[in-house]
């Protein structure tokens, strides 16, 4: 089995792919502080070419957990 990359760079469809929600709860989540842009060394946000930014797999991880956990306090 292929070790998984944390720090793999993911567009927003590639993150709600994986964490099995919408583009949009992606950009609810970035908008709420939960899933912030990756950076560089020089903690420069990384974007692609076209200026659509892109996210670690760690902090997709870890915002899912988040809201999923306030979701259930919630509910």
Known sequence: MAALDVYALLTASEAARYAGVTRSAVGKWRERGHL???????GREIRDDHGRPRYRLLDVAKAEHATAKAARRAA
């Open 36 to 42: 912030p842009i990756a950076t560089d060394a020089c």
